[in-house]
RNA sequence: GCGCCUGUGGCGAAAUUGGUAGACGCGCCAGACUUAGGAUCUGGUGUUGAGAGACGUGUAGGUUCGAGUCCUAUCAGGCGCACCA
């Protein structure tokens, strides 16, 4: 019979589930290790061979921490709501609860067949009202809360209510949306609906009326990180500028701890770098610019200070309030024409097309520093999201500048010596200065000639600072989080409307449910499916949801109809996973301090812009509020790579139904055509099963190149269109969970995309056969026996333990499944059936095999599982050479080889060669001068 | 444009971190056992050469007794950010 391991793996499978073997429970007595995986969003299609990678891996260190005698939490769970799975159910023309349900037991099965070590009782769905719970109460806490800037965290916004009462906004440094003067008589004189405006400014979690990407096919708008190359990341839609209501997380007041934070993580560089692109720290200085003849005045962001003689014109954002102020009655109809064109292009094509436009206000700024007047002008190229809105122009030494210089013939002045700007800008930040103005300009006492750049720069600060004509400050890329999407598939927001005045429902009362409506499909004119709901009102006298007829001003008030984003629920999941049944607390206090956070996270890159900052965000503010203990949640990532696909194609000839072999093709007029991978083999094409699969094909007939159609290849995206998709379930029919775990560990490093190519698994297969045929013979009788190792057999053993106990935490697993492979050949060849070194080789390659290790472990007599074994230690000992063959070479080429013991000294083995009969002191009748002597391998002689 | 990463046989990849390439697996070749085999086992397999040998880690230099590994330049591919002032 053999390995039988459809029989082993259903086994063990139900084994494990029966007695809960991967269940696990705080143990103050142990220490404690999180290892987790992103957790998926079940998509319709199911899983593909790819998607299991990063399980394993993780799956793999897990339980060998388990065999280290940590213990292990490796938890799993579903991102359930959000746009994937509604767009999922609007196509299929289900509801998304049902079709979320029937994709999660699709997963939840395929995932099984896997043979994990999750501990399903901690299973969480953030669809689940239980579990969104503490999504919606994480919101509130963000609604009453604000970030403090001197103290570096966020503060009950009572705090600051109160300072506003008694001191007004003058002694307060906090994160806002817009600068806020007033005075503390001001404040106290507003009513309650002004003053709940005016908080906005301050909040956390804040209302904002702002440009957001609109995305009108999907009928919701969308975060930054939604939007790539102006379309949407989901469905490819087009994006558009709209100035919207919506709510918001103030992300961007964390920006200098998402940035530091990075230093004290272990993830990867290009990791770190992408978040520190995205948060896009850069420090500047501020100046004010005076209109002239006018008292407005307004701020510009630059970094290059030390350019300010070589302004030659202002630039404002088309969006800009300032753009009405400074137009000129001459200049109205041309600005208006501007920002009406402007205002009608898409995000896309603004990206697109890179021609210079722009149109002058009429007005003049006057350079604070030499008095000049300084035409200014509108642009699209300057963004009003960022910085002030506000540019001033050196044309000489920003290439977008120059270019709007030389197409409206804008003076160009250089301030660099040596540099050409005929052509071009000069944009380096290098160089000596010149050109700066001197007599003429005798209100101005700063001269930067002969300084560098870098010195230039520091001290046009410190003049604008001592001036008081601006300030240095610092500018960061990161935006806040548009929150709300008019979308129904996710958390309803725990926010009624009390006369206008959005008000957070009582904690206590959450989770707020999200109600069942009629329609629950988006609209293009963006009105949440909530409102569709009748049962969509808050009593505030019984503290419940009741039916919106109801509605009065006094008790009863509309809730929010918008929902929140994907990656709302996707933020604290990993907290939630410690104590996933609490209804008291998100997490209590015992196990976030036991757990603290994730020792090892794996997933993929593609989340590094959003939920890998949305997450730390979160847990940082939720370390500010002193929930979540530790300030980064995942101390570790690995980054799994991307398994794609490998295609195959058959040729067929022009205008007939025949097909010619690859390498014959090319005699042909040919068409590729993608051919299902499942019906071909080593890329030999299985003929009969290829006339079967297509009706079309039935007669096809073959030209084949020795007897054998042999397919084309190619790497591309896995996708059921170029018919690449294996399906793990086939893989584990047909070969078995073991092997196809092996496999996917040995196809190469986990952080690499690679193409999943099944001829190789034959391999990984063969491997656990022949680690069978040690314990049983030909005809199934058990082999193994109770002798004493030999030594060699303990060399091989130790060399495993060695190479698995050292490989497994550097995560090289491609290598570990190597070293089982060089093992066994070498034990079988030594024809080795001794319990005491097989037994624990099944120790070593049950992280790897779980399922052939716990059958050989119980047929060695054990009752236990494997899974509570110990992991064998290692000995030098048995690793040590008796003698060790140095060779001896000079100038890189081998001469001779000596042989020594192997606790012989560098000064034995020099002694040896400066007298060896063979080198007689020389080389090529020369004497040898030097001895360079390599560890266990070889002696340099120089001469 | 700025930043990060990667280039090794027919293929996936190793290389004790500067130690004398290509471990392990696939594929291929030969043999054994088989009525048969897309099964199993054994041996071979970087290129070149009859041969000892010579040449080989994208390319060109450099440091070193010694370089896939370090330095400089360059080419190719991938990723991130990008009218961010």
Redesign the pocket.
């Known amino acids: 019979m053999g390995y039988n391991f459809n029989e082993i793996e259903q086994k063990w499978q139900q084994r494990w589930r029966d007695n809960k073997t991967y269940r696990v429970v705080e143990n103050s007595e142990k220490e404690k290790f999180y290892v987790l995986n992103m957790f998926p969003y079940p998509s319709g299609a199911g899983l593909h061979v790819g998607h299991p990678l990063g399980y394993i891996a993780s799956d793999i260190f897990a339980r060998f921490k388990r065999l280290q005698g940590y213990n292990v939490l490796n938890p799993m769970g579903y991102d359930a709501y959000g746009l994937p799975a509604e767009q999922y159910a609007i196509q299929t023309g289900q509801h998304p609860a049902i079709t979320t349900e029937q994709n999660i037991n699709r997963y939840r099965e395929q995932l099984d067949k896997i043979g994990f070590c999750f501990d399903w009782d901690r299973e969480i769905r953030t669809c689940d009202p239980e579990y969104y719970h503490w999504t919606q109460w994480a919101f509130i806490k963000m609604f009453n809360h604000y970030y403090d800037n001197t103290t570096k965290s966020s503060r009950p916004i009572s705090e600051l209510v109160e300072k506003l009462s008694k001191e007004g906004s003058a002694n307060i440094d906090a994160a806002c949306t817009k600068e806020v003067n007033i005075s503390a008589a001001e404040w106290n004189a507003m009513n309650e609906k002004e003053q709940q405006e005016l908080l906005m400014n301050w909040r956390i979690a804040f209302l904002n009326e702002t440009m957001v990407n609109w995305c009108p096919q999907l009928g919701t708008v969308l975060a930054?990180?939604e939007v790539?190359d102006g379309v949407s990341e989901r469905g490819g839609f087009p994006v558009v500028q709209k100035k919207m209501k919506q709510w918001c997380l103030r992300v961007s007041a964390y920006a200098q701890r998402l940035l530091d934070g990075l230093d004290k993580i272990d993830w990867t560089?290009?990791l770190k770098?992408?978040q520190r692109?995205?948060i896009?720290r850069?420090e500047?200085t501020e100046m004010q610019f005076r209109i002239k003849d006018s008292d407005i005045e307004f701020t510009i962001?630059?970094?290059?200070a030390d350019t300010v003689f070589g302004v030659t014109f202002m630039v404002l954002?088309p969006e800009s309030e300032l753009v009405a102020q400074l137009t000129t009655a001459e200049q109205k109809e041309a600005v208006e024409a501007y920002l009406d064109r402007t205002k009608k292009r898409t995000e896309r094509e603004?990206?697109i097309?890179?021609?210079v436009t722009g149109v002058f206000t009429g007005s003049y700024a006057i350079n604070p520093l030499t008095g000049e007047n300084i035409p200014v002008w509108v642009s699209?190229?300057?963004?009003a999201?960022?910085?002030t809105?506000a540019?001033?122009a050196?044309p000489a030494h920003?290439s977008?500048d120059y270019?709007f210089a030389k197409h409206f013939g804008i003076e160009i002045r250089p301030l660099i010596e040596g540099c050409d700007v005929s052509e071009e800008s000069f944009?380096a930040k290098e160089g000596i200065m010149t050109n700066s103005p001197t007599a003429a300009f005798a209100a101005c006492k700063l001269h930067l000639n002969g300084l560098t750049v870098k010195e230039a720069i520091a001290a046009t600060k410190k003049y604008v600072t001592d001036n008081n004509l601006g300030r240095v400050k610092v500018?960061y890329?990161l935006r806040d989080a548009i929150f709300s999407r008019q979308r129904y598939w996710g958390e309803p927001f725990p926010i009624y409307y009390k006369n206008g005045i959005p008000t957070p429902i009582p904690e206590e009362c959450l989770p707020l449910e999200l109600p069942e409506v009629e329609k629950f499909l988006p609209t293009e004119s963006g009105e949440p499916p909530l409102g569709h709901a009748k049962m969509w009102a808050w009593d505030c006298v019984n503290n419940c949801v009741t039916n919106k007829e109801n509605i009065n001003n006094e008790t009863i008030f509309p809730l929010e109809l918008n929902t929140m984003p994907g990656f709302a629920g996707s933020s604290a999941y990993y907290l939630r996973y410690m104590d996933p049944r609490n209804n008291k607390a998100l997490v209590s206090k015992e196990a976030d301090n036991y757990w603290q956070n994730v020792d090892l996270y794996v997933g993929g890159?593609e989340h590094?812009?959003g939920h890998l900052i949305y997450s730390r965000f979160w847990n940082m503010f939720l370390f500010d509020l002193g929930v979540s203990v530790k300030e980064e949640p995942f101390q570790k990532l690995v980054n799994q790579g991307m398994i794609q696909g490998r295609s195959n194609f058959v040729y067929r000839i022009k205008d007939t139904n025949t097909f010619v072999s690859l390498n014959l093709a090319k005699d042909y007029d040919v068409t590729p055509l993608h051919v299902d991978v499942n019906i071909v083999?080593?890329d030999v094409l299985?003929i009969d099963a290829f006339r079967a699969w297509r009706p079309e094909y039935a007669d096809a007939e073959f030209i084949l190149e020795n007897d054998k159609y042999i397919c084309g290849w190619a790497v591309e995206k896995m996708s059921k269109s170029m018919f690449n998709v294996v399906n793990p379930d086939t893989i584990v029919e047909k070969y078995g969970a073991d092997t196809l775990r092996l496999y996917e560990m040995?196809?190469?490093?986990v952080e690499?995309s690679?193409?999943w190519?099944t001829?190789?698994i034959?391999?990984?297969h063969?491997?656990l056969?022949?680690l069978w045929g040690m314990f049983f013979d030909k005809n199934d009788n058990y082999i193994v026996t109770d002798e004493a190792a030999t030594k060699e057999e303990l060399k091989s053993l130790h060399k495993l333990i060695k190479k698995t106990t050292e490989d497994i935490p550097a995560f090289?697993y491609?290598?570990t499944?190597?070293a089982f492979?060089?093992c066994v050949?070498e034990l079988?060849?030594l024809k080795c059936n001794k319990k005491e070194i097989l037994e624990k080789i099944v120790i070593l390659l049950a992280p790897f095999a779980p399922h052939i290790s716990e059958e050989l472990w119980e047929i060695t007599g054990h009752t236990t599982s494997v899974c509570d074994a110990e992991w064998p230690a290692f000995n030098e000992e048995f690793l040590k050479e008796d003698t060790i063959k140095y060779?001896i070479?000079?100038?890189?080429?081998?001469r001779f080889t000596l042989e020594f013991a192997a606790d012989a000294t560098n000064a034995d083995i020099e002694a040896t060669v400066l007298a060896d009969e063979n080198s007689q002191r020389y080389i090529d009748g020369k004497p040898i001068k030097k001895v360079?002597i390599?560890p266990?391998?070889?002696v340099?002689v120089?001469i």
Request: overall charge positive; hydrophobic content about 30%; glycine content about 10%.
């Open positions: 930054n990180d790539v560089d290009s770098e992408t692109n995205w896009g850069s500047g962001f630059t970094t290059r954002a603004r990206m097309d890179r021609n699209d190229y300057v963004l999201g960022y910085g809105g540019i001033m050196v920003d977008r270019a944009d500018n890329r890159t590094a812009t083999s080593n299985d040995f196809l190469g490093p690499q690679k193409p190519d001829n190789g034959d391999g990984c063969r491997f056969r022949k090289s491609n290598t499944v190597s492979m060089i050949n079988s060849s060779t070479s000079f100038n890189g080429k081998a360079i390599v266990k391998k070889i340099n120089v």
